[in-house]
């Protein structure tokens, strides 16, 4: 069609703005992490929505944060290239908020070439009077940028936020077929599910210390069998995430099991164990072995 549109639509901020749950808004299936817990979006996940005559590839990135391991290095270099495959720019900030937590990013944004929309999000939270300040202090601080109030988690403009999307990105065929929802494959979905159930589950740094593998995913008529081992990194976090007589390893089981089978739509049997991985979060084979740094 010859205007059609079709563009990538890259979602940058800190930590636990609500990234996710906007992607997951537009996208309108559970593809990313949302929990209370700050850097729970690990890769670059790209959700496609499509229309008779648009496709938006949209990707949500990793929270900006300042890198302590090598883990959080190849977060941040999933970041660095959302800056350079963009069509669309969303920069999302939340209520209270002055700037990205490294000025590097700030100043790229700052010169951004590509349109840039800053999301001014959790505004149902706030009183006129601090959402006028804020809408003020941003305007002030990047006044080349379109700036648009919304709460991603109660929808409020995100509507109109897609269809100014849709007027900024440019003619072009679709990139993916029609009927795609996201480049990632099952096994991704099987993990992540898994993961979330670990951050909600767990406190302290148990949660950041696990990476999930799926080894096993065989799919017939009416059923998915799933074999996923969660990685720690010490013995002792190996003793918590299973609990006291597998109690706790058996909730993460329960809950990772519903949600798999209303993502998949059919019955799910899923089994989990705990193998210790000493120090994968600093070895780059291993996070290669994980999708990171690639």
């Known amino acids: 069609m010859a205007d059609h549109k079709a563009g990538f639509v890259n979602i940058i901020g800190n930590p636990n703005v609500g990234k996710s749950t906007l992607m997951n808004a537009f996208v309108g299936e559970k593809l990313s992490i949302i929990t209370s817990k700050a850097q729970t979006t690990r890769h670059r996940i790209l959700g496609i929505v499509n229309g008779d005559d648009f496709q938006m590839i949209l990707s949500d990135t990793p929270g900006i944060i300042k890198p302590a391991y090598e883990l959080q290095s190849s ?22 908020e002055k700037a990205l937590k490294d000025e590097a990013f700030f100043e790229k944004i700052k010169n951004s070439k590509i349109p840039v929309l800053l999301l001014l999000n959790k505004v149902d939270t706030a009183t006129q009077e601090l959402l006028e300040e804020q809408v003020q202090y941003w305007q002030e601080m990047l006044p080349n940028v379109e700036l648009h109030p919304i709460s991603a988690l109660s929808n409020f403009n995100i509507k109109g936020v897609f269809e100014r999307i849709i007027e900024l990105m440019p003619v072009a065929p679709a990139y993916y077929p029609k009927d795609q929802l996201t480049d990632k494959p099952e096994r991704f979905f099987v993990n992540e599910t898994i993961r979330e159930k670990i951050l909600l589950n767990y406190k302290k740094e148990i949660p950041y210390a696990v990476e999930i593998d799926t080894e096993e995913f065989f799919e017939d008529e009416d059923i998915i069998r799933m074999r996923s081992v969660i990685m720690v990194e010490r013995d002792s976090q190996k003793g918590i995430i299973i609990g006291h007589k597998g109690a706790a390893l058996k909730r993460v089981g329960v809950e990772s099991r519903k949600d798999l089978e209303k993502f998949f739509g059919k019955q799910v049997h899923l089994e989990l164990y705990v193998k210790v991985n000493k120090n994968w979060r600093s070895d780059s084979r291993q996070l290669r072995r994980f999708g990171y740094n690639k």
């Open 75 to 96: 977060m941040m270099g999933f970041v660095k290239s959302a800056f350079e495959d963009a069509d669309v720019l969303l920069y999302m900030v939340e209520i209270g």
